[in-house]
């Protein structure tokens, strides 16, 4: 089973950058997609990226598209989150997730952007 740490959150004012990095351990994902969720306080938690294990065909919620990008970098077996233009509304706790049978995913990072 793959083990996954995100780390790279922390406060940050809107307009603002952030990039959270996924590493992984266990295993190799280089064959297995990867994404990224969050949940913010009182929700569920929801979908933000994915990337396949080939890098190509990236997929972003439409509340992200444009300011988020999701990347890996398989030989460190590790994913990321380039966060541009961050919004109050992109706070949350983010998840990295391995799409692997049964999915694994990570204990989270905090971000939170102030107005």
């Known amino acids: 089973q793959v083990q996954l740490v995100e780390s790279g959150g922390g406060l940050v004012q809107a307009g603002g950058s952030l990039r959270l990095t996924c590493a992984a351990s266990?295993?190799?994902?280089?064959?297995?997609?990867m994404g990224w969720y969050r949940q913010a306080p009182g929700k569920e938690r929801e979908f933000v990226a994915r990337i396949p294990w080939y890098g190509a065909t990236t997929r972003y919620a439409d509340s992200v598209k444009g300011r988020f990008t999701i990347s890996r970098d398989n030989p460190k077996n590790t994913v990321y989150l380039q966060m541009n233009s961050l919004k109050p509304e992109d706070t949350a706790i983010y998840y990295c997730?391995?799409?692997?049978?049964?999915?694994?995913w990570g204990q989270g990072t905090q971000v939170t952007v102030s107005s």
């Open positions: 997730a391995a799409f692997t049978a049964p999915s694994a």
């Open positions: 266990g295993r190799t994902i280089r064959n297995t997609d």
